[in-house]
């Protein structure tokens, strides 16, 4: 859904960052270090003190960052499994930093616990969205689908968390939550019930996999 949008501004407005790191000698995996970091900062030090406006401009700053290390890496011609890897669970650091600080911002001055719950609800459902997926695909299957991609849940979070800041609209930001829950929630369904299906079909073809729970 984002595709074009990342290749737009990794292509054209960001590209002077993406030759100037290069010239420079900074390593992609550094730039999504630094990125990851300054992502958590943010979130962690602002919302929960209810700067929201101030939090989302900073996190965006830094949230470019994961679009010049995917640039910076094809230009480079440094595309590996550990980049891959690095960029993915860094993500999972950052989109936990932002939701943890929000749900701090409603056990503080947001006050409301009603929210704090829907905010860590759509924090572990997101996370479990990812693993799904990449659990699914390290036994051989496919978990992809739903309704729910991290560039969407991240993108939306922050739309609402500014313009809900911005107006003082708080229902902004709250209605966002219920959409980002149930999505998150129909997802992971979605991509347990499709991996129950190959799993049968695997199964009853003596494909099973003799791989046993995760410790």
């Known amino acids: 859904m984002l595709e074009r949008f990342k290749e737009f ?18 390593s992609p995996d550094a730039v999504t270090l630094v990125g990851t970091v300054g992502v958590s900062a943010a979130a962690l030090a602002f919302f929960p003190r209810g700067e929201l406006l101030v939090g989302v401009l900073v996190i965006t700053a830094f949230v470019f960052s994961d679009l010049i290390d995917g640039r910076m890496a094809r230009e480079l011609g440094r595309q590996s499994r550990f980049g891959a890897f690095w960029d993915s669970t860094l993500d999972r650091i950052g989109d936990g930093a932002i939701f943890g600080g929000l749900a701090l911002y409603f056990a503080g001055p947001g006050d409301s616990y009603l929210y704090l719950c829907v905010t860590l609800w759509c924090l572990v459902m997101g996370s479990v969205t990812s693993y799904a997926r990449a659990r699914a695909e390290s036994l051989g299957m496919d978990a992809k689908g739903g309704i729910a ?14 313009l809900s800041a911005i107006f003082d609209l708080p229902i902004l930001l709250e209605v966002t939550l219920w959409a980002l829950a149930f999505a998150s929630s129909y997802t992971v369904i979605f991509r347990i019930l499709k991996v129950r299906r190959q799993a049968l079909e695997l199964d009853a073809a003596g494909g099973a996999s003799t791989a046993g729970p995760e410790a």
Do not use: C, N
């Open 9 to 26: 501004w990794a292509g054209t407005v960001l590209h002077p960052f993406v030759r100037l790191f290069i010239r420079l000698g900074i």
């Open 149 to 162: 991609e991290r560039a969407d849940r991240l993108v939306a979070v922050l739309v609402a968390t500014g």
